[in-house]
């Protein structure tokens, strides 16, 4: 690190640079070298931070404002990190170790979300319900107050536009804890929002260990709400701390989620679709497409050609924009790593044990893409969330097998459906039970029209589209008994 970064605690208008739980140190994946140091937050300033929060949703400006005028503000966040994102984009994949592109992807997405969410300020409408003769009734959405939003290592900027933006829109004020492993670029999210206007105390940013501060705060009762992404068993403690004072959460948690590649496919569009599908970010994201359910006809041709793909893949530092980046550290790259025993226990694994070696590389949590083939689908290699860019192949001779197969899973977030035959893509779409169905395709880009979630182990709620805002609204039903005589 030539020069010393330190990222602060923001609460209300005040910039923290000491935290009571001392000092944290983010690290450069591809290199092994610090970024950034981070003040880590405590008990007093969780409480800070949660007093802020009530301040600025209880007696603030935010809820007087008229909706239009909030809109405007949240439209002028999304000018503003365009403007930045180059600064934005590197940062991110110093911290996190994602190519270049991926970085770009997460500021331009994060500009949707507050266009989006942006737009809708003025559209919370209520409904008017019948209620007969002598009566009106009607809804109202109210903001559900302080809402809690806790971001895993992946998607460090984006995953706090996606939680944030619908919030305030609602007309919530937030608090954002960081991974403790990826704090940079989410101070760039709060410098943003005060330079767009957003009234004090409405965005907070709480800095440290999830074991504290994250814990503190999801106990917290000035807290209303939490949306939380992450692993299973941190989202079953949070899910446990929102019980003790009775608040809704939203559940992004993990998946393993299936591809299905009939033999009437396309295979020169399906397969890149379906390397994406594991590959992006070292294949550390929520809704990785990790289990290949392959027509057994052209299992063999598939093998050799992903194998060909992956093996070409050339493998560097993030801001290089490589075909792929490394972990997110070195203990993740250990886990992965015994992985790879796992699969060669289940069936047999291809390429991804040959650790690169080369000197540029050897301070850095790189692994190289694995395919696993001849593991079925009730294996360990199978079941678990990996967090890796490692693809079981598993081959089937019937939709109704691989329908089976793909919703036999403790998770549920996303599907894919490769086919050129809409009865196919349709009628086993229908059967999967997952929150997002891909046919042909497994993203579009910048999706934030259409609501994510999942079913199972991969949570509850959802996030983007329309759906998001109910997270963040109470409804309020109002009667009125008005006879004319
Ligand atoms: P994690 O569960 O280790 O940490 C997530 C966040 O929780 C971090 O900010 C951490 O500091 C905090 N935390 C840890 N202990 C806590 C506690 N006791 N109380 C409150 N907060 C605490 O997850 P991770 O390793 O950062 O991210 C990877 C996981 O996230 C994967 O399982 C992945 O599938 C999931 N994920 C899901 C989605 C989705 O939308 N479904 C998106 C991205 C990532």
Not at 17 to 29: K, L, N, R, T, Y
Not at 129 to 149: F, R
Request: net charge negative; with cysteine.
């Amino acid at each position: 690190m030539s020069e010393r970064v330190l990222i602060p605690i923001v609460v209300g208008n005040k910039v923290l640079s000491e935290g009571s739980d001392g000092v944290g140190q983010s690290i450069d994946p591809a290199t092994g070298q610090v970024v950034a140091e981070f003040a880590r937050a405590g008990a007093a300033e969780v409480d800070m931070a949660v007093a802020a929060a009530r301040e600025a949703f209880d007696n603030g400006p935010w809820r007087r404002m008229r909706p239009f005028e909030r809109g405007r503000i949240l439209h002028r966040i999304g000018e503003l990190m365009l403007q930045k994102r180059d600064e934005i984009a590197r940062k991110e994949s110093m911290d996190s170790g994602k190519p270049l592109r991926d970085s770009y992807w997460e500021v331009d997405c994060s500009a949707r979300f507050f266009e989006f969410y942006g737009g809708a300020c003025d559209k919370l409408h209520g409904a008017s319900i019948p209620l007969g003769p002598d009566w009106s009734d009607w809804t109202v959405k109210e903001p559900i107050g302080v809402s809690l939003h806790i971001i895993p290592w992946n998607y460090p900027f984006q995953l706090i536009a996606r939680g944030v933006a619908p919030a305030l829109a609602a007309g919530c004020a937030v608090i954002i804890k960081p991974s403790a492993d990826t704090p940079v670029t989410a101070y760039e999210f709060v410098k943003i929002c005060q330079e767009a206007g957003l009234p004090d105390g409405l965005v907070n940013l709480v800095n440290g260990r999830g074991s504290v501060a994250g814990d503190l705060l999801a106990k917290h009762k000035g807290v209303d709400q939490i949306t939380f992404t992450g692993s299973v068993p941190t989202g079953e403690r949070v899910l446990v701390a929102a019980a003790s004072h009775a608040i809704p959460c939203n559940m992004e948690l993990g998946g393993k989620s299936p591809q299905i590649l009939f033999a009437d496919a396309d295979l020169d569009k399906s397969l890149p679709i379906i390397a994406g599908g594991f590959l992006t970010h070292c294949g550390q994201v929520c809704n990785a497409g990790t289990r290949l359910f392959v027509e057994r006809s052209i299992h063999d041709d598939v093998v050799d050609r992903l194998h060909a793909r992956i093996k070409a893949m050339n493998l560097g530092a993030g801001v290089d924009d490589p075909d792929m980046g490394p972990l997110i550290g070195k203990a993740q790259k250990a886990d992965v790593e015994r992985y790879f025993e796992i699969a060669r226990k289940d069936g047999e694994l291809l390429l991804g044990a040959d650790v690169p070696t080369s000197p540029e590389l050897a301070n850095g949590a790189f692994v190289r893409p694995a395919l696993v083939v001849g593991a079925s689908n009730d294996t360990q290699i199978a079941r678990e969330e990996i967090f890796g860019p490692v693809l079981t192949v598993i081959p089937f001779d019937t939709a109704e097998e691989a329908v089976a197969g793909a919703n036999d899973s403790p998770f549920g977030l996303v599907a894919g459906i490769h086919t050129s035959n809409i009865n196919k893509a349709l009628g086993v779409g229908e059967k999967l039970r997952v929150g997002q169905v891909w046919i042909n395709s497994f993203g579009v880009g910048l999706d934030v029209e259409f609501p994510f979630g999942g079913y199972k182990l991969s949570g509850f709620g959802r996030e983007k589209g329309l759906e998001a805002l109910g997270a963040y609204q109470q409804i309020k039903n109002i009667a009125i008994h008005h006879p004319l005589g």
